[in-house]
């Protein structure tokens, strides 16, 4: 499929750099480079994969800047399309001008996420994978990466592939059945492939908590009386003195929120002002907010101190919600209650195990060299094409070779067959301009 228009865009980021890139791609790209570029050779007679030395032109014939032209014939380039890359010195300047002429000699400005679009149409890359460079793009983790690296290798793609392969066995076998109804089939065409796949979608579902996590992070709420150690436990989890620490009961009074890596999520740790009756205005406009960021947070770090009487403090958060710490464990423990999970943040007692617990709580235990599921898209589709294998398990023969199809419908929409425009725009408007 031949697109007629050629897009434009500064690739790297915006602001000065010590390199900047245009990139250009579609049916006029060493055309516009032709006219745009001046050195020993001319871009579209050069073979693809080359670098050429030279000067870009204003329409005067003036000298924008000196660069490298890298030129990519398609269909052995990014989009599939011919495709140039100007680098020059990346300048805000430099680069703005290059954008403009390009333009003028006939490129239209790119959307957001266009040259991965051309790629996905022209069958360089499938769904999964086109969604794995923007999850790579936005990976601010050691572990999103790993992921986004995962699947654009096309791990999904080709778990998905190996299942549809199965479901097709036990699809031709049914219908050999139907066929010939005298011959029988064996139980290991019809049922073991549709109970394995049915075993890998479970097992892969499991995977779709750790992927949003991995991807998107957490946001995760100290609450607690005054005085429980929530500021003390914040900036030991960090390891610098983010937030103010006094033994005087109610010294945080609004929250601060504080970023930091976690267990291989992003995660935004909210200390919050200490929860009492008070006739304090500001300071019960602080416990409002902590109250209701408990409500919202991703999870509750419920705070109380080991070493005074217990004064227990309940929040409206759900269990599956929550992780209670008993804190100041080394000043002793004068009560005992085996929900809570003892730390010091003045030794760092209890904080690996802490770590752990957060990391069992937010991640599961899917393991780190296998693909997770990383979006709401791959998690329905998913659902739906489990539910059809189920389907497929408990009905008759006839009805049974139907639910397959209908599954086989979903795997294959998970790699981008047979999906709306629309679909595919809301993957795509996420995207950087100039990927
Ligand atoms: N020995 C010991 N002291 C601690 C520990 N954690 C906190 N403290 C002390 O307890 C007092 C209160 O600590 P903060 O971290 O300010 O407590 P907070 O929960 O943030 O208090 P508010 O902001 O008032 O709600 C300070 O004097 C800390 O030094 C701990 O693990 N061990
Ligand atoms: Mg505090």
């Not at 010590?18 to 060493?30: D, K, N, Q, T, Y």
């Not at 416990?287 to 991703?298: F, Q, S, T």
């Not at 780190?368 to 599921?373: D, H, I």
């Amino acid at each position: 499929m031949i697109r007629a228009d050629t897009i434009v865009a500064i690739s790297t980021a915006q602001g000065e750099g010590a390199i900047g890139i245009v990139r250009l791609s579609g049916p006029r790209a060493l055309d516009i480079a032709d006219q745009i570029f001046a050195g020993k050779r001319v871009p579209s007679r050069t073979r693809g994969g080359r670098f050429l030395y030279g000067r870009f032109l204003d329409r005067a014939g003036e000298t924008i800047d000196e660069g490298i032209l890298l030129v990519f014939k398609g269909p052995n380039s990014y989009t599939g399309e011919d495709v140039v890359e100007l680098q020059t010195h990346g300048s805000v300047s430099v680069l703005g001008t290059l954008l403009s002429r390009c333009v003028e000699l006939g490129a239209r400005l790119a959307q957001p996420g266009e040259f991965t679009l051309r790629a996905f149409l022209e069958g360089r890359m499938d769904l999964n994978q086109a969604e794995a460079v923007n999850a790579l793009i936005h990976a601010q983790t050691d572990t999103a990466r790993r992921q986004a690296t995962l699947g654009l290798q096309g791990a999904l793609s080709q778990r998905m592939d190996d299942m549809a392969f199965k479901l097709v066995r036990t699809m031709s076998a049914i219908q050999a059945m139907l066929d010939y109804p005298e011959e029988g089939v064996p139980e290991e065409d019809r049922i073991t492939p549709l109970l394995e796949v049915q075993t890998e979608l479970q097992h892969l579902l499991d995977t779709a908590k750790a992927g949003k996590m991995a991807q998107q992070g957490a946001r995760l709420a100290l609450l607690g009386r005054p005085n429980a150690g929530k500021s003390s436990l914040l900036n030991a989890l960090l390891g610098y003195e983010r937030s103010i620490v006094t033994p005087i009961a109610g010294t945080t009074r609004d929250y601060l929120e504080a970023h930091m890596e976690l267990v291989g999520v992003p995660i935004t740790l909210i200390d919050t002002a200490g929860v009492r009756e008070t006739e304090d205005v500001i300071e019960a406009a602080g416990v409002e907010r902590a109250l209701k960021l408990g409500e919202n947070a991703d999870l509750v770090l419920l705070l109380e101190d080991a070493s005074q009487p217990r004064e227990d403090l309940e929040v409206a958060v759900p269990e599956e919600r929550l992780i209670r710490l008993q804190t100041k464990i080394d000043l002793g423990q004068v009560w005992h209650d085996n929900r809570y999970q003892p730390v010091s943040a003045v030794t760092g007692a209890g904080l690996p195990e802490l770590r752990e617990r957060l990391r069992e709580t937010l991640l599961g235990d899917p393991s780190r060299n296998e693909v997770w599921l990383s979006s709401e898209r791959q998690v329905q589709a998913v659902t739906f094409a489990l539910e059809h294998v189920q389907n497929a398990l408990s009905l008759p023969d006839e009805l049974a070779s139907y639910e397959i199809e209908l599954a086989l419908g979903y795997l294959a929409e998970l790699s981008g067959k047979n999906v709306s425009e629309e679909v595919i725009d809301q993957i795509f408007r996420n995207f950087c301009v100039g990927k």
